[in-house]
């Protein structure tokens, strides 16, 4: 019913830059907030960025200053641009949506199912 998908993942070198976009489709009502996730190899998943349905934004704080999120609601689309990166950025990046669906009454989260970025030295 609800398909969130990324694009954008690949290999870069370490300084480099990436852009993500994660665009939610389906049967969609509203989305509240969204978000990207990361889990690198051995780690858990982590909380990278995310944005509400007012545009407030929050970071982790090893991404602050290089990081980016933004949302396009018109396509129902988040976007996470990611500049100066690092080898520790290596992982594999989902993106999340908490989003209420035609006919439902409450929201409930969705995942999309990743894409990797490998940072090279």
């Known amino acids: 019913q609800v398909q969130l998908v990324e694009s954008g993942g690949g290999l870069v070198q370490a300084g480099g830059s990436l852009r993500l976009s994660c665009a939610a489709s389906g049967s969609i009502f509203s989305i509240n907030s969204m978000a990207w996730y990361r889990q690198a190899p051995g780690k858990q998943r982590e909380l990278v960025a995310g944005v509400n349905s007012g545009g407030k934004m929050n970071y982790a704080d090893s991404v602050k200053g290089r990081f980016t999120i933004s949302r396009d609601n018109a396509k129902n689309t988040v976007y996470l641009q990611m500049n100066s990166l690092k080898t520790e950025d290596t992982a594999v990046y989902s993106c999340?949506?908490?989003?209420?669906?035609?006919?439902?009454?409450?929201?409930?989260?969705?995942w999309g199912q990743g894409t990797q970025v490998t940072v090279s030295s």
């Open positions: 999340s949506a908490m989003l209420r669906t035609n006919g439902s009454i409450g929201f409930r989260g969705y």
